[in-house]
T-cell receptor, first 113, second 112 residues
């Protein structure tokens, strides 16, 4: 199993541009989520999904959109990139949203200039 | 919301020393995980330990859920143990079950 994969590893955007961060898992996990990590801080939840077709907001959802059309994929879209979205983004998955260990991808380092 | 506090924030050790990292949380949880973020930024799962004690080589962890704390023990530290150690918990009630809340981490530096 490849586990949780994320692409790209690095990305530089200009203010106002849009892009999609990709996340995929091959463990047939129902629960997937996106976190961002800012310098000197722990991770904060952006959006999560408890199964295909179901998404919900986390702690810091503004400026991001998600969709979950398949069990395997959970893309994160930045609609109008802003410098405040410069961060490292992590995707995670687990078999279910309740009481299971979560596994994280390698992260995407995004810089918005 | 639930608070997750880790201590100490920074720790410098000589290679071979032992250490204890602490995680306090303010509410009832059904998930507690310890992670190591290495200098390259990768998050490595150390323990899934909502209660009880587990050991993996030089590392062990104990969670006392009724008293709302968890401890991570590192024995005979090595330079490769350097990085940031995160504790993360998930509530066991409400609509946001499963969503991890992270502490701010303990930054460990092991000197040769």
């Amino acid at each position: 199993n490849a586990g949780v994969t994320q692409t790209p590893k690095f990305q530089v955007l200009k203010t106002g541009q849009s892009m999609t961060l990709q996340c995929a898992q091959d463990m047939n996990h129902e629960y997937m989520s996106w976190y961002r990590q800012d310098p000197g801080m722990g991770l904060r939840l952006i959006h999560y999904s408890v199964g295909a077709g179901i998404t919900d907001q986390g702690e810091v959802p503004n400026g991001y959109n998600v969709s979950r059309s398949t069990t395997e994929d959970f893309p994160l879209r930045l609609l109008l990139a802003a410098p405040s979205q410069t961060s490292v983004y992590f995707c995670a998955s687990s078999p279910s949203g309740q009481g299971y260990e979560q596994y994280f991808g390698p992260g995407t380092r995004l810089t918005v200039t | 919301g639930i608070q997750v506090e880790q201590s100490p924030p920074d720790l410098i050790l000589q290679e071979g020393a032992n250490s204890t990292l602490r995680c306090n949380f303010s509410d009832s949880v059904n998930n507690l995980q310890w992670f190591h973020q290495n200098p390259w930024g990768q998050l490595i799962n150390l323990f899934y330990i909502p209660s009880g004690t587990k050991q993996n080589g030089r590392l062990s962890a104990t969670t006392v859920a009724t008293e709302r704390y968890s401890l991570l023990y590192i024995s005979s530290s090595q330079t490769t143990d350097s990085g940031v150690y995160f504790c993360a918990v998930a509530l066991n009630y409400g609509g946001s079950q499963g969503n991890l809340i992270f502490g701010k981490g303990t930054k460990l530096s092991v000197k040769p």
